[in-house]
């Protein structure tokens, strides 16, 4: 098992910029292909932006943050990061961190997944 724990949620204004951190423990933080997602209230959970296990060579993102976020990862720290610039009152929701073995696909699910952290809030005001 791996538990993750998120950080680096908060308010700003639009345009503005955040980056989250995801911290695993338990079993190799390498092993997991590692997925942000996102769920504002009375949505769906969504796909953000997903990197593959062992050294992260490939990265896939949502279409409406592509180009705006950048996921990438430090195996030596056991840490997942969201680099989020740019953002938009659209992108107000929270943010979840996840980890899977389900061979990583393009527009992973959120059932691709088996461990997940409790969230942070991430607000833009407009």
């Known amino acids: 098992q791996v538990q993750l724990v998120e950080s680096g949620g908060g ?13 695993a423990s338990g079993r190799a933080f390498s092993w997991y292909n590692m997925g942000w997602f996102r769920q504002a209230p009375g ?19 949502a ?8 996921i990438s990862k430090d195996n030596a720290k056991n840490t997942l990061y969201l680099q989020m610039n740019n953002l938009k009152p659209e992108d107000t929701a929270a943010y979840y961190c996840a980890a899977g073995q389900t061979p990583l696909r393009t527009r992973p699910t959120k059932e691709d997944y088996s461990y997940w952290g409790q ?7 407009s």
């Open 43 to 61: 949505k769906e959970r969504e796909f953000v932006a997903a990197i593959s296990r062992w050294s992260g060579m490939s990265t896939y993102y």
């Open 119 to 125: 969230g942070t809030q991430v607000t833009v005001s």
């Open 63 to 70: 279409d409406s943050v592509k180009g705006r976020f950048t």
């Open 11 to 23: 308010l700003v204004q639009a345009g503005g910029s955040l980056r989250l951190s995801c911290a």
